[in-house]
């Protein structure tokens, strides 16, 4: 079957460390993928993709790696701060073939706690 | 700019009530998404819509119905509301461009007693 994992226990760290989550997939064939943050009681929001073909992604003190082998993408924080405390979702965009459903499959999430 | 808007906030209905969640967007997105988040779960693919007057089912249609008679719009309807039903929904939108960006609305909270 396919799946997305995530680390569904809390991950606790103390601010100004790096913080790194895990995104593990099985039996897809992603065209990219896809990092958010959701907030409680919010909507998701993006934060960064990167493609099948690409190493690593980095926009300010976030990076992503993906690497299609071993189908596991890690999403890292750097100098993290509280205000990084929220929800991290991963997803993953299949490919399409001949259609246009640009579907988006979605992990279970991580929670992210930034200690002061 | 608005972006995406979904409305209502929050709902409680009775078993086998029915109601309909609105989702409207401001950015003319060609693609239209209806999603429901619970605990453990994830979200999860209701319905989609690829154009004005298209829709398609997703990973958990059963139970929903869909209209997307204009551009802007997204209806989410639940003709008899189970309490299974009970979820945050969310809707979001996409443009036709490669970087595949999702745009989500705040949510709609349902609760069916």
């Known amino acids: 079957s396919q799946k997305i994992e995530q680390n569904s226990e809390a991950l606790n760290i103390q601010e100004g460390k790096t913080a790194t989550l895990t995104c593990n997939y099985t039996n897809y064939s992603p065209a990219y993928l896809q990092w958010y943050r959701q907030d409680p009681g919010r909507g998701p929001v993006f934060l960064l993709l990167i493609r099948e073909n690409e190493k690593e992604k980095r926009k300010e003190r976030l990076k992503v790696t993906f690497d299609t082998t071993l189908k596991q993408s890690l999403f890292h924080i750097t100098a993290s701060q509280p205000a990084d405390s929220a929800t991290y979702l991963c997803?993953?965009?299949?490919?399409?073939?001949?259609?246009?459903?640009?579907?988006?499959?979605f992990g279970t999430g991580t929670l992210l706690a930034v200690q002061p | 700019n608005a972006g995406v808007t979904q409305t209502p906030k929050f709902r409680v209905l009775k078993t086998g009530q029915s109601m309909t969640l609105l989702c409207a967007q401001d950015?003319?997105?060609?693609?239209m998404y209806w999603y429901r988040q619970d605990p453990g779960m994830g979200l999860r693919l209701i319905h989609y819509?690829?154009?004005?007057?298209?829709?398609a089912k997703g990973e958990v249609p059963d139970g929903y119905n869909v209209s997307r008679l204009k551009k802007q719009n997204f209806l989410l309807g639940l003709e008899s509301a189970a309490p299974s039903q009970t979820s945050v929904y969310f809707c979001a939108s996409l443009s036709r461009g490669y970087t595949g960006e999702l745009f989500f609305g705040e949510g709609s909270r349902l609760t069916v007693l």
């Open positions: 997803a993953l965009r299949l490919m399409n073939y001949g259609g246009a459903t640009n579907k988006l499959i």
């Open positions: 950015m003319n997105h060609e693609y």
């Open positions: 819509s690829v154009g004005e007057g298209t829709t």
